[in-house]
């Protein structure tokens, strides 16, 4: 028994000026299309946006560490 879905795939127009196109052109390889190098694009901004909150959190996460360690370091000359 074989079984087919279809699968609709709707598409849209974005307007670009011609420069932004000459830009993707260049970015892209030639088994690219525009939707592989903007979904790319996407892909990348968002592993960017994860790293640099991942980046602040250890940040703030050492500037606790930190502090716990000056305060145990207090506590440990009054002893």
């Given at each position: ?16 000026q011609k420069d ?15 939707d592989d190098l903007?979904?790319?694009?996407v892909a990348r ?35």
């Amino acid at each position: 028994m074989v079984v087919y879905f279809k699968y609709t795939m709707y598409t849209t127009t974005i307007k670009l000026q011609k420069d932004t196109k000459m830009q993707l052109d260049k970015m892209k390889t030639q088994r690219d299309t525009y939707d592989d190098l903007i979904r790319r694009l996407v892909a990348r901004e968002k592993q960017k946006h994860l790293r640099d909150n991942l980046i602040s959190a250890y940040k703030e996460l050492g500037k606790e560490e930190l502090n716990t360690f000056k305060e145990w370091e207090s506590a440990s000359t009054e002893v």
